[in-house]
Structures are given as structure tokens and as C-alpha cells.
């Protein structure tokens, strides 16, 4: 599990949030250096190979990543996009979240990326 000790599974009607396993890692790579896209949800601006990449994640999981989830369509199990927090506030009671839904499925479903800021539940 590539999380930091989470093993959250949310589920509802359309989708699943389920822990991020290393299976994750090939997909996750891919939309990691998807370039038409990047400049959505990260500060980075260029592609890395897979090695460079899952030393990133090491990094923003050491760093400030709270909790990494997987968004899974019920339907299918089929893998559509991911939810993480970061910069927990655990005193103050919030943290920051970055959601991304695959680009052809953002535009069926009319969302995209969307980083916010969420109260953490006491």
C-alpha cells in the first residue's frame, strides 16, 4: 500500500475510494507525465521516467501527502482517478486535497481537477 497507513475504502453508488496499492503505480506514472494535463494538478512542468517518478512519490509522501486515494467506477472496477490530501492541519483542523479524473471521463462527467480545502472531521 503506497498510502500512509490508510486503509480507507469509501464506497457509493458510481464510483469507489479505495487505498492506492503498487498495482496503481503504472497508471498513476501515466498520468503523471500526461503533459496536457499536468500543468492542471502539479507544480511540475516535466516528464520523468518511472524510477524518477516513484522516488516523487516517496518524497511527497514523506514530505506532506496525508492520505492517497484510487477513484474506481463500481460498474467495472476500472481505475478513473485518484484523491489525495495534503498539509494536514491537524491543530487547526483542515488539510488540502487534490482530486483528478482521467481527461475523456472529466468531460463525460463534467468535472476535472479540482484542488480544495476541507475541514478535517474531529
Given at each position: 500500500?503506497?498510502t500512509?497507513g490508510?486503509?480507507?475504502?469509501l464506497q457509493?453508488?458510481r464510483v ?6 503498487e498495482t496503481?503505480?503504472?497508471t498513476m506514472?501515466k ?6 494535463t ?5 507544480i511540475r512542468?516535466h516528464?520523468?521516467?518511472f524510477?524518477?517518478f516513484?522516488?516523487e512519490l516517496k518524497?511527497?509522501?514523506a ?12 460498474a467495472?472496477?476500472s481505475?478513473?482517478?485518484t484523491?489525495?490530501?495534503?498539509n494536514?492541519?491537524?491543530v487547526d ?15 463525460k ?7 480544495s480545502?476541507?475541514p478535517?472531521?474531529?
Amino acid at each position: 500500500m503506497l498510502t500512509n497507513g490508510s486503509e480507507v475504502t469509501l464506497q457509493g453508488k458510481r464510483v469507489r475510494l479505495r487505498p492506492c496499492e503498487e498495482t496503481d503505480m503504472d497508471t498513476m506514472y501515466k498520468w503523471r507525465n500526461d503533459m496536457s494535463t499536468l500543468h492542471l494538478w502539479s507544480i511540475r512542468r516535466h516528464t520523468v521516467n518511472f524510477d524518477e517518478f516513484a522516488a516523487e512519490l516517496k518524497a511527497d509522501f514523506a514530505i506532506d501527502r496525508h492520505i492517497q486515494l484510487m477513484i474506481e467506477k463500481v460498474a467495472d472496477n476500472s481505475v478513473i482517478g485518484t484523491i489525495y490530501s495534503y498539509n494536514a492541519q491537524f491543530v487547526d483542523g483542515h488539510c488540502w486535497i487534490t482530486i483528478y479524473i482521467e481527461p475523456y471521463r472529466e468531460r463525460k462527467w463534467k468535472m476535472g481537477t479540482l484542488p480544495s480545502q476541507i475541514p478535517l472531521l474531529r
